[in-house]
């Protein structure tokens, strides 16, 4: 019955003429039909929308993680960094930061993002890809969160740019899957950074923050950069380069976390 509703929803709004905001709360097929509108008048396809959205159902396990997340960098900084950064995890970065060594030479070179800094962010999201990227459809994610309205209006643009990723052929509908916010890919970016700040750095016409390693971490020093990162100069506390990783993560814990796993992986 509620695919055939949403699907009945679907025929209504595409119908319809210019698309609305769609509003937060209330019958969830409903505003899940308002976005598949405001998604195909910002240019996504019909097919694309349809496959996405019809049948999608909200999560109530999204929303319980969501009202939790307050929670997550109250700890000290000693506290939090105890339980992220150890010998494992700065042996590990300091082999991959050899395995990797022309790959990030070129993207130093490119973006003016020191190394140590990407790595850092690599191991601390995602365990250098190896950890738990999360198991969630996106779509299915980010429509959940949408439809609250608690912060319906960031989520609306989420979803919005999780469809443009399907759209533009980076990811198919069946890969886009992430964590309970709807972040994707090993350094674990929200879709509207990834259509924002993605680069394809291996060559292959797409952007896969997933499974490659050099879209990963170029992808990344374009979101530093592109927030006024530079390279060369101090990132603790207190300067502009830990002011632009702000737009990586805006807790300041997890920022100054950042800069002493980069200072280990050097031998600081």
Known sequence: MLRYALAATFTVCLAGGSAQAARCGGDF???VGSMAQEAQAAGVSASVTYAALNGVTPDGAVLAFDRRQRYTFNKSFEQY?????????????????QRHAALLSRIEQQFGVPRTILVAIWG????FG??????????????????DCRRTDL??????AALKIVQRGD???????????????????????????GVDFDGDSHVD??????DVLASTANLLKTS???MGQPYGEGTPNFEAMREWNRAVVYRKTIGYFADRLMGQ
Do not use: C, M
């Open 29 to 31: 097929n409903g505003f």
């Open 81 to 97: 960094v105890s339980t992220r950064v150890g010998p494992g995890r700065i042996n590990g970065g300091r082999a991959l930061l």
């Open 228 to 230: 006024g990162f530079k």
């Open 209 to 214: 923050l997933r499974h490659s390693i050099p």
């Open 130 to 147: 190896k950890g738990d990227t999360g198991k969630l459809p996106v779509i299915r994610t980010l429509a959940t969160l949408a439809h």
């Open 155 to 160: 989520f609306q643009g989420e979803l919005l």
């Open 171 to 197: 990811l198919p509908l069946r890969d886009l899957i992430g964590a309970y916010a709807g972040e994707i890919g090993q350094t674990q970016f929200l879709p509207s950074s990834y259509i924002k700040y």
């Open 124 to 127: 601390l999201e995602s365990d």
